[in-house]
T-cell receptor, first 112, second 116 residues
Framework: DVKVTQSSRYLVKRTGEKVFLECVQD?????MFWYRQDPGLGLRLIYF???????EKGDIPEGYSVSREKKERFSLILESASTNQTSMYLC???????????FGPGTRLLVL | AQSVSQHNHHVILSEAASLELGCNYS??????LFWYVQYPGQHLQLLLK??????LVKGIKGFEAEFIKSKFSFNLRKPSVQWSDTAEYFC??????????????FGTGTKLQVIP
């Protein structure tokens, strides 16, 4: 079974703090994704990566950056957290760009 | 840019009722279509997918979806829902064969509540 793990289930941070969200997958997938999930807005793609050290902007990249130094690990960075970044963050991975995505359990981030 | 519409935001059904959740997309070319489900407290997971071939696709737990190209639709159906189907359902679309790297677009989701 594919397993996608995220470093934290719940996180509370203060405005202006730098926040790191980590995601690890164990199936040697090429592609990894970061989404945020908000009520009524569904899933919105923040960034994705189709190879190590490669990254592409999604639909809402502003205020975020990513890092993929190893194939199995994809990090989402909030350089200076703001209250409007309070959300559920989901990581996913897939073998091919058109293939099924496998999701992690999510990190619920609260920025005060 | 492609878009995905799920018009039903919240659906309440009694057990044994039939279900149909709508999904429409905006792109006219080749598409790959997915339905994902998120049960309360669980990961988002694949319910079914369509890439090509028979437009009627069967998924897990008795769900099916029909791709109607002329209507740009991929509606999800189940003839008789159970309380355990209570979940949020997301339609997703990836453009196929259009060159470059394609990203998936998700709909806004439909919350299904099944009353025993």
């Amino acid at each position: 079974d594919v397993k996608v793990t995220q470093s934290s289930r719940y996180l509370v941070k203060r405005t202006g703090e730098k926040v790191f969200l980590e995601c690890v997958q164990d199936m040697d997938h090429e592609n990894m994704f970061w989404y945020r999930q908000d009520p009524g807005l569904g899933l919105r793609l923040i960034y994705f990566s189709y190879d190590v050290k490669m990254k592409e902007k999604g639909d809402i990249p502003e205020g975020y950056s990513v890092s993929r130094e190893k194939k199995e690990r994809f990090s989402l960075i909030l350089e200076s957290a703001s209250t409007n970044q309070t959300s559920m963050y989901l990581c996913a991975s897939s073998f091919g760009e058109w293939e099924t995505q496998y999701f992690g359990p999510g990190t619920r981030l609260l920025v005060l | 840019a492609q878009s995905v519409s799920q018009h039903n935001h919240h659906v309440i059904l009694s057990e044994a009722a039939s279900l149909e959740l709508g999904c429409n997309y905006s792109y006219g070319g080749t598409v790959n279509l997915f339905w994902y489900v998120q049960y309360p407290g669980q990961h988002l997971q694949l319910l079914l997918k369509y890439f090509s071939g028979d437009p009627l696709v069967k998924g897990i737990k008795g769900f099916e979806a029909e791709f109607i190209k002329s209507k740009f639709s991929f509606n999800l159906r189940k003839p008789s829902v159970q309380w355990s189907d209570t979940a949020e359902y997301f339609c997703a679309v990836i453009l196929g064969n259009s060159g470059g790297y394609q990203k998936v677009t998700f709909g806004t989701g439909t919350k299904l509540q099944v009353i025993p």
